[in-house]
T-cell receptor, first 112, second 116 residues
Framework: QQQVKQSPQSLIVQKGGIPIINCAYE??????FPWYQQFPGKGPALLIA?????SEKKEGRFTISFNKSAKQFSLHIMDSQPGDSATYFC???????????FGKGTRLSVIA | GAVVSQHPSRVICKSGTSVKIECRSL??????MFWYRQFPKQSLMLMAT?????????EQGVEKDKFLINHASLTLSTLTVTSAHPEDSSFYIC????????????FGPGTRLTVL
């Protein structure tokens, strides 16, 4: 299975900081790149997603930056809050109703 | 919109029994659903792809006779863990694709299975 490599594994930032989570992929056929947020004991929730025809997408405090040539994409969380403390997963998939390939996740802690 | 439910949220059973987990798309029709398994502090592991009206496609290493998947309608997929053993204890999560071809996947809240 094609991999999606996610880093860092864990991240601690102060309230108001801008955590950045990075992902790199190998399969150039991937054309859909979502980010999910998961709280303990809950299912993942879709945060934001991007397709390769744009380099950046912003929704509220969440921004995806996408670098097609480098095969990398990242999530930025502006003005982070303690309530953002969760595990974040990047993922990728190809065209159609295909399964997502997930990164290993990043545990984010935002401290007041 | 795009709500996916799972039932039950938690189940405890004895070794050797079978457990059925339901996954429903509440406000949309899903021709494709996926079943994942997640161990503590780990990522999601795809178990199988469930397509309405056809047999599920299982990932390598997943026993199809142990994890029975039925996608009987456009809003319901079920996962039955047969003859459960303690090693089957895990967090099982389903997802459903909102719009055909766009691959926006929405996840259920998960089911915590504990096999004693």
């Amino acid at each position: 299975q094609q991999q999606v490599k996610q880093s860092p594994q864990s991240l601690i930032v102060q309230k108001g900081g801008i955590p950045i989570i990075n992902c790199a992929y190998e399969n150039t056929a991937f054309d859909y790149f979502p980010w999910y947020q998961q709280f303990p004991g809950k299912g993942p929730a879709l945060l934001i997603a991007i397709r390769p025809d744009v380099s950046e997408k912003k929704e509220g405090r969440f921004t995806i930056s996408f670098n097609k040539s480098a095969k990398q994409f990242s999530l930025h969380i502006m003005d982070s809050q303690p309530g953002d403390s969760a595990t974040y997963f990047c993922a990728a998939s190809t065209v159609g109703n295909t399964p997502l390939v997930f990164g290993k996740g990043t545990r984010l802690s935002v401290i007041a | 919109g795009a709500v996916v439910s799972q039932h039950p949220s938690r189940v405890i059973c004895k070794s050797g029994t079978s457990v059925k987990i339901e996954c429903r798309s509440l406000d949309f029709q899903a021709t494709t659903m996926f079943w994942y398994r997640q161990f503590p502090k780990q990522s999601l592991m795809l178990m199988a792809t469930s397509n309405e009206g056809s047999k599920a496609t299982y990932e390598q290493g997943v026993e199809k006779d142990k994890f029975l998947i039925n996608h009987a309608s456009l809003t319901l997929s079920t996962l039955t863990v047969t003859s459960a053993h303690p090693e089957d204890s895990s967090f099982y999560i389903c997802s459903a694709i909102l719009r055909r071809g766009y691959n926006e996947q929405f996840f259920g809240p998960g089911t915590r299975l504990t096999v004693l």
